[in-house]
């Protein structure tokens, strides 16, 4: 039976360690102090065009602060994220820790609930630091809904992502500076060679993939937005119970081990399934357009009516408009 006391209290005590890391203090002061200038130039002093653009959609604000955000903690996490076991080992605490009655999954659970909480908190702060700006901007409104969709959307799935791959790797190849090159070396080719290519399937940061919210329209995509978000979540689980099942421990518990096997296979399958229809909606699309464009070929020669004049006259309502169109047209 997994302990939710053994979870929190590896959690509190990795927690306390990272908080302690003057490498993380350093990141998290930084990133505050880069995003309340480019702030203060984009939204209270103009900033030119892009400033503009992030005032004119209060949707934008939050975003763009999460989205910077959301680059740099992605690389700084698999700094922390994958020091978990050799920094056991260095403090020599591994005996220390290992000879508690506790399971691989409570420690391994643990210790990604202390890693997550801490970059949650940095996340909350700059949400908090947008909110301010956003109020003291003049004559920009405030889309209170996009603060909690973005900071779950974006921050959320990327963390459990980067976090899972970055114990699976240290539990395969147990060597912190192997595991550096591959996952810095991946995040490089996905943010500067991949990019949006491949219908933004590699963007687990969701630096590409549009997610703008408007006011007026929501989410031009939001079924796209669950699907790849869920991707990485999916996997990014799958890869946390893969861990506990490779931990090399004695377990505690054989059928968490086992079990924690099972729901790696499903969730990584889940991660699998969600991208199959990721990029099958896509293909759907590009059919789609396809036939329209050759539908509008074969007829491109045929004469059509030609329009003469049109009128529209449209009426304001408060919540809808009404509009009609007189169209007056020559038969050729």
């Known amino acids: 039976m997994i302990?939710?006391?053994?979870?929190?209290?590896?959690?509190k005590y990795e927690r306390k360690t990272l908080l302690r890391s003057w490498f993380?203090?350093?990141f998290g002061i930084l990133s505050l102090v880069v995003l309340f200038g480019m702030n203060f130039g984009m939204i209270?002093?103009?900033g030119g065009g892009e400033g503009w653009a992030i005032r004119s959609i209060p949707g934008a604000i939050p975003y763009f602060n999460l989205l910077i955000l959301n680059v740099a903690q992605a690389i700084i996490a698999v700094f922390l994220a994958s020091d978990f076991l050799k920094r056991?080992?260095?403090?020599?605490?591994t005996e220390v820790i290992y000879m508690r009655s506790m399971t691989n999954g409570e420690y391994v659970v643990g210790k990604t609930w202390g890693n997550l909480q801490v970059?949650?908190?940095?996340?909350?702060?700059?949400?908090i630091m947008a909110l301010i700006f956003n109020l003291l901007a003049k004559g920009t409104g405030i889309s209170w809904?996009?603060?909690?969709?973005?900071?779950i959307a974006i921050?959320?799935?990327t963390l459990i992502f980067i976090m899972g791959l970055s114990f699976l790797l240290m539990s395969v190849i147990r060597n912190q500076a192997i595991t550096f090159v591959l996952i810095l070396g991946y995040i490089g080719i996905t943010l500067f060679l991949l990019q949006a290519k491949f219908y933004y399937i590699f963007d687990y940061m969701a630096f590409n993939i549009p997610m703008l919210n408007s006011e007026i329209v929501g989410f031009g995509n939001l079924e796209t937005i669950l699907i790849h978000r869920g991707i990485y979540l999916s996997l990014g689980l799958g890869f946390i119970f893969m861990t506990i099942f490779l931990l090399k421990r004695l377990p505690q518990s054989e059928a968490t081990t086992w079990i924690s096997l099972v729901l790696s296979i499903i969730f990584i399958s889940g991660g699998g399934y969600?991208?199959?229809n990721h990029i099958n909606n896509f293909k759907i699309t590009e059919k789609f357009r396809a036939d329209v464009v050759e539908l509008n070929n074969k007829y491109v020669g045929e004469k059509t009516p030609s329009t003469i004049a049109q009128n529209i006259s449209v009426q304001h309502n408060p919540e809808t408009i009404e509009a009609t169109s007189e169209i007056t047209l020559r038969n050729e």
Not at 3 to 11: G, K, R
Not at 88 to 93: H, I, P, R
Not at 145 to 151: H, K, N, R, T
């Open 3 to 11: 302990s939710f006391h053994n979870i929190l209290s590896i959690a």
């Open 24 to 26: 993380f203090r350093i």
């Open 44 to 46: 209270i002093q103009g």
């Open 88 to 93: 056991d080992k260095k403090l020599d605490t």
């Open 119 to 127: 970059f949650l908190v940095l996340n909350v702060l700059v949400v």
């Open 145 to 151: 809904g996009s603060y909690g969709i973005y900071l």
């Open 155 to 157: 921050s959320v799935p």
């Open 274 to 276: 969600l991208a199959f």
